[in-house]
């Protein structure tokens, strides 16, 4: 069913759904919300099966932001103290959870976005009178998020096969690694860019002003139902969250 929306109902849903996991500060209300955005992907029957091993690669990223909350957020009671120096408190982890679920909701949010193709959200852009470079510019982006990620496990994989286990080196020396791993990854995504700037220059882009298109996307009843949902849904409980 996903697959029949239109590329702009996707983006809405997305904003709407990101703007309440900004709104909302309550671990609570962010429960509610991870869960309507889990039945919404069920009944839109997505396909959301293979995100389970993203997020399973990502708890130590949120494990780590949970003790970065807990120890940096001051207030509340003290659970654990070193000397007289408190050290976690019962709103630190409040704000470390708000957080992590915030995170999930918006991870789960963007999977509607997985099932569209670059070319259906440049055109959806550009027929809601965005500037095609803009559009471009998105959908740019969208490619090289992946493509930081296997230049991070090519250069990790060229590490190992020189006999380094990353699993057996301490933490502290094994951060200080992945921060020196960095500056190739960097480099290889600029030079990426690079050559790709050089392909559309020798392509002829932004030759002529207009662009032409082969198709138009059209709403069905089901677009304009949820555009006529989620944007209201979204303001009233936005403005009930600012009235409490």
């Not at 983006?11 to 209300?29: D, G």
């Not at 103290?81 to 959870?97: A, C, F, H, N, R």
């Amino acid at each position: 069913m996903v697959r029949k929306l239109d590329p702009r109902t996707k983006i809405v849903m997305v904003v709407c759904i990101s703007t309440l996991a900004i709104v909302y500060n309550t671990p609570l209300q962010l429960l509610w919300l991870l869960s309507g955005t889990v039945i919404l992907l069920k009944v839109l029957q997505v396909e959301f099966n293979y995100l389970y091993r993203y997020i399973w690669k990502l708890l130590p990223l949120f494990l780590l932001l949970l003790v970065v909350q807990s120890v940096f957020s001051r207030g509340g009671e003290v659970l654990l103290m070193v000397g007289t120096i408190p050290l976690v408190t019962d709103y630190g982890l409040l704000q470390g959870l708000n957080v992590i679920i915030r995170m999930f909701v918006i991870i789960a949010s963007a999977v509607l976005l997985v099932s569209t193709g670059s070319r259906d959200i440049v055109l959806g852009l550009v027929q809601w009178k965005v500037p095609y470079e803009i559009a471009f510019m998105f959908s740019i982006a969208l490619h090289f998020l992946p493509g930081f990620r296997e230049e991070m496990i090519n250069v990790v994989t060229a590490i190992q096969l020189r006999g380094i286990e990353l699993k057996k080196i301490p933490w502290g020396k094994r951060i200080a690694l992945y921060s020196r791993l960095i500056y190739p990854v960097v480099y290889g995504a600029v030079l990426k860019a690079q050559q790709f700037s050089v392909a559309m220059e020798t392509r002829g882009f932004r030759v002529f002003p207009q662009r032409t298109y082969l198709r138009r996307l059209r709403f069905c009843l089901l677009d304009y139902v949820l555009l006529l949902i989620f944007p209201v849904m979204t303001g009233l409980l936005i403005v009930q969250t600012i009235q409490k």
